[in-house]
């Protein structure tokens, strides 16, 4: 380390230099250097450890203060870059924002909600209700007919069941108890667990997929009359009640399908009782009423559609059976006498049917049964289409019913049945670690930006 000394009134200091002294650097006031096996040798290694690390520790200033004496300056502390605070921060928010779920999950209370009937809460035409990471208690109707069996990654197995009263808004997952393979799975009406968003969940995309490949729909059985009232009102989407209380709003793409009874009648004879074609269709005739034969499809019955009353098909099968000579053995289908209610079915868009006065119109479209019989000379001859267009007397609708395809909706909710808040211990208390370290870079981020700006 450098000296100071005063002479004649200035001031002069004394470094240590590279390489020997000689006569051109030495000081003529000095006293002569001892001789030293080393003379003229830089300690490197002290070079290093004193006047380096008193300078990198001290400073410039501190170095000059201890060389004249004074009591150097605190070594400055280290302090760490500022972007490593602000990396920390920014890398806390994505687990903060994912487990948040988990953490909220993991504050509810231990007693689930009630929330009573699934058909009060998916209302068609209503938003539904918010029931993300609740604890709740709903009762439905699983779907058994498409309920689906997935294995986890842990190797359980869970049944996922779409809930009939929540259209395509509301599934549940239920375990499946180990040793259950082989045996008839039962199916609860009742689902208590944690609800979460259905698009979160890991089968979400192969749920959509199913019902999308499989066209799956949602049934509602209505009245005929509850259609005409609903295309009456002149709204696009058919709004209306099912037979079991159930509202249903018909879009214009969903199908209606028509159950129609008209005032004809079926008429079966057996070969047996009436070998001739021409005495069968004689004592078809004589029943009085309008008719048509409708060929030989069955080798064993002779069919015809007869427009004969409801009132009056008991007597014109008796009236046909009194023309069978001999005993008739009704477990045998070519013999006897059948006469049955002629049903036809026909189907189209919710938003092509129109009333017209008393009568359902529709386009023919691609229905293939055929359009019905009128009576034309005294005969049932097949009915023609009016513009192709197909036309039914309400009164002759038997039954309907809307078939609105089911859609998955991936804001609709899926119920975890069986899982707990107190399940969710370690993701609440690791939620609540990374954010005390999300706070504490934080603070000291601000600390640091604020002595920058001063």
Known sequence: MGTFGEQDGLWSCKIPMRG???????????????????AGELDHDDFEDDDLDDLDAFGVDGVVAQMTGEEPAAPKKRSRPVWVSAVVVLACFYPLI???GD????????????????????QPGTAAPDLADRYVSVEGTPDVQWATVLTKKSGAKVTYLRVLEGGGQLFAAVPRPEGDAGKTPEYPSGFTGRVTRLGDA??????????AQEGVTQLYDVSGQTVADAVSAGDA???????????????????????????????????ESFPSAKAAEAA??????????????RTDLRRYVVRV????????????????????????PKEGVSVFPLSATYTSAAGEISLEGAELV??????????????????????????????????AVHAARVEKPVFVDPDGYLIEVGVEPSSQLKWGILWLLVLGLAFTNAVVLYGSLRRRAV
């Open 20 to 38: 020997p002294v000689s006569e051109s650097n030495e000081h003529p006031e000095d006293q002569e250097p001892e001789e030293s096996p080393h």
């Open 98 to 100: 994912s487990m948040w």
């Open 103 to 122: 953490f909220r999950f993991w504050l509810r209370s231990s007693e689930a909600e009630p929330l009573g009937d699934s058909a009060a809460l998916f």
């Open 284 to 297: 078809v005739a004589e029943l009085g009423y309008p008719y048509a034969a409708l060929g030989r499809g």
């Open 309 to 332: 009353p409801e009132a009056a098909r008991d007597d014109a099968r008796k009236a046909l059976l009194a023309k069978i000579d001999g005993a008739v053995d009704d477990s045998d």
């Open 362 to 395: 529709f386009p023919y479209g691609d229905n293939t049964t055929a359009p019905g019989y009128q009576v034309e000379d005294g005969k049932l001859v097949e009915a023609k289409l009016d513009d192709g267009r197909m036309r039914i007397p309400v009164t």
């Open 237 to 271: 989407s058919l709004t209306m009640k099912s037979q079991d209380g159930r509202s249903v709003v018909a879009e214009p793409a969903d199908t209606i399908r028509l159950v129609a009874r008209p005032q004809d009648a079926r008429v079966l004879l057996g070969v």
């Open 202 to 211: 890991g089968a979400f995309d192969w749920i959509a997929r199913l019902y």
